[in-house]
Each structure stands twice: as C-alpha cells, then as structure tokens.
C-alpha cells in the first residue's frame, strides 16, 4: 500500500468517526428536547378528580321469596315445598303481579345431618328443599301489601327489597356533569391560589366503577325484614366520578 493511499484511507475513517459521532449528539439533543417538552406538558397541567350526585326516585322494586322446606326425606320436604309454592304463586298473580314478572332464581335440595361429636360419623337426618323466586312489581306503592300476602301464603322466605330504576341513564348524565362542574370549580381555586390561568380541558376520564345507582339505604334494608313493617321507596342516589385534566394558559 502506498503512503498516498494509506493517507486517502485514514481520511474516511476519519470522516465516518465524525459522522458517527455527530449523528450521536443529534439523537441525543433530540430524545433530551422531546423528554424537555414531555416533562413541560406535565408540568403545565392541573388535573383534577370530580363528583357529582343526584337523587332520583325508582320506579319499579324487585324482591326475593320463597320456601324453604326440611323433612325426613326428600319427596317429603318436595311435596310439601311444591303445595307451598303453589299457594306464593297464586298469591301473586291475585295481586296483580304478571307472571312474566316471576322467575325462580334459586332451586335447591340438601341433605340435613345430625348434630354429632367430631368423632362420630355424620347422621343423615333429613332433606331441604328451597325454591326461590324474584318478583318484579311495577307498583311500588304495593310492595308492602305484597309482603304481607307472601307471608299469609306460606312464604318462609322474604326480603331482599330492592327500588330500582328501569332507565337511569338520564338521570346518571346530570349526575357527570355535576362532576364536570365539580372538576372545573376545583382546578380554578388551584389555578387561582397558585396565581395561574386555566385552559382548556386536555381530558376526561370517568371512573365508572364509582357509579351506584341502585344503592338502598339501611334503614330501607331493615324495613324489608318486617313483612308488616311499612315500606318506603325513599330515592336511589346516583353518583358519577370523573378525573379531568386542564391545560394552564401561557
């Protein structure tokens, strides 16, 4: 090899070094300007949870009832469980209830033993037989009237009151912007006490496991025990929780 070409060599080598390089540097002034501009978007930005509720009255109730039967064997406790049902279904329907509004919900045998010392074997006693149905009334103001006929008829089971709302959607909309109302006020009194101007809204996100439109109240849970014990519908609270985040003006 001669000196020139040795010297035409150790040229681009050179050349490439410093392209190498200089590609380096600008890779690395560009991740370093975009993490510049990610962390001045967080920065730049009050982000805020809301909540808003509102109380609606329900419109229709679902209750729970039933017969749950034990005797010395299983066409014993089925029989006597069957007659039973019989008679809670007919007291139904003479109530007004449409039978497309009763569905059995749970239908059970079980074995019954003995009361024994843990040394000994279980003892077979008897059967259970349990037969439970919902029923959907549309009239709420006659779920009291009701319950008392299910007991009457021979229900050994009753409860589980439920007031419910056959379309909460447009009751849950009021309650997400009452939310966004709340987010908004929020983000002001920070933007205010931190001497800043709020923007516009970048995003919303709702949180819909936050939302419980058919929660009933204790006292309302109780009440369902007494058959005889007036009934009140009192109001579902719908609730909606949003985070949302604003822009600060520049």
């Not at 021979?154 to 909460?168: C, H, I, Q, R």
């Not at 709340?182 to 205010?192: C, F, P, S």
Request: hydrophobic content about 45%; aromatic content about 4%; glycine content about 8%.
């Amino acid at each position: 090899m001669t000196g020139t070409q040795c010297l035409v060599r150790g040229a681009a080598n050179w050349i490439l070094s410093l392209g190498v390089l200089l590609g380096a540097v600008v890779l690395v002034g560009t991740v370093h300007a975009h993490a510049q501009g990610s962390n001045s978007q967080i920065e730049g930005r009050v982000i805020v949870i809301g909540e808003g509720s509102i109380g609606v009255a329900p419109d229709y109730a679902r209750i729970r009832s039933g017969v749950t039967i034990t005797a010395n064997t299983v066409k014993e406790a089925s029989d006597a469980n069957s007659k039973l049902m019989t008679a809670v279904t007919a007291a139904l329907l003479d109530s007004g209830i449409a039978q497309k509004d009763i569905q059995t919900s749970q239908f059970s045998i079980q074995p019954v033993y003995a009361s024994q010392t843990s040394t000994a074997e279980p003892k077979l006693s008897g059967d259970r037989v349990s037969n439970q149905v919902d029923v959907t009334i549309h009239q709420i103001s006659k779920v009291g009237e009701i319950l008392d006929r299910l007991v009457t008829a021979g229900a050994t089971d009753v409860g589980n009151v439920e007031f419910l709302l056959s379309d909460p959607s447009k009751a849950l909309d009021q309650a997400r912007e009452a939310a966004v109302a709340d987010a908004r006020r929020k983000a002001e009194l920070y933007a205010r006490a931190s001497g800043l101007s709020l923007g516009r809204v970048a995003w919303i996100t709702e949180d819909s496991e936050f939302e419980s439109p058919f929660a009933l109240s204790e006292r309302q849970r109780s009440a369902a025990k007494m058959a005889t014990a007036p009934i009140e519908a009192g109001e579902n609270v719908l609730q909606a929780r949003v985070t949302v985040g604003f822009d600060i003006m520049r």
